[in-house]
């Protein structure tokens, strides 16, 4: 197993759909990246799936996977690859890091899948619908820019909610258990390694989509 994580990281180095901090020309792929089209980042992207997947229905709109293991990210930048998916870009960083690569007021949509609920009392600033984070999307979101969060964790869904409402967002949509409530929006049946991990393990997966005032 070690083995191949080496052999991965050596492959994302070369893999033309990846820039990772400390790469020199990072700022420069992007911008690169970059055109009028609608930006819509995935932060917390795991494998990419939903990167992937929204970059295949909607080819008029530019998607940027974001997350720190590079391990994950090899698999959404292979396959954007071999699909040949020109609208992709995957990013190893830190979210915390986002306004040093993007301008304010320059992302259309935020997308947040299954990210680590850090359940710890001492852990909550780490959650990425903590205040600070909000702060941090609140700036960088367009005027009518939207954050999705898709999570299999009760607490933190509860947490998101009130997390939210506190900071004075606008709910526009919250759904507990999407599987019950069989919803019509197609996004939400794409389905993460993660996601079909927990679907198996009996949980329910909740959504929860804000925008800020």
């Known amino acids: 197993m070690a083995r191949k994580k080496l052999q991965r990281f050596a ?20 911008k690169k990246f970059v055109t009028d089209a609608p930006l819509v980042l995935e932060l917390a992207c795991g494998r990419g799936e939903y990167t992937t997947s929204m970059a295949k229905l909607f080819p008029d709109k530019q998607f940027i996977g974001i997350d720190i293991q590079g391990e994950r990210i090899w698999y959404g930048a292979k396959e954007a690859k071999e699909q040949r998916l020109k609208n992709v870009l995957f990013l190893r960083i830190q979210v915390e890091n986002l306004e040093e690569y993007f301008g304010k007021r320059s992302i259309d949509e935020i997308w947040i899948t299954f990210p680590d609920p850090y359940p710890r009392k ?17 700036d960088l979101l367009k005027k009518e820019g939207s954050v999705n969060l898709k999570t299999d964790d009760l607490n933190l869904f509860v947490y998101s909610k009130e997390s939210t409402n506190d900071f004075g967002t606008k709910i526009i949509e919250e759904i507990e258990d999407i599987y019950k409530k069989r919803p019509k929006n197609k996004l939400l049946y794409i389905k993460t390694y993660f996601e079909k991990k927990h679907i198996r393990a009996k949980k329910t997966i909740n959504y929860l989509k804000f925008k800020f005032k």
């Open 11 to 30: 492959e994302i180095d070369k893999l033309p759909n990846v820039a990772q901090a400390g790469d020199l020309d990072i700022k420069e792929k992007i």
């Open 122 to 138: 001492k852990q909550i600033k780490k959650r990425l619908t903590s205040p600070r984070f909000l702060q941090l999307y609140k």
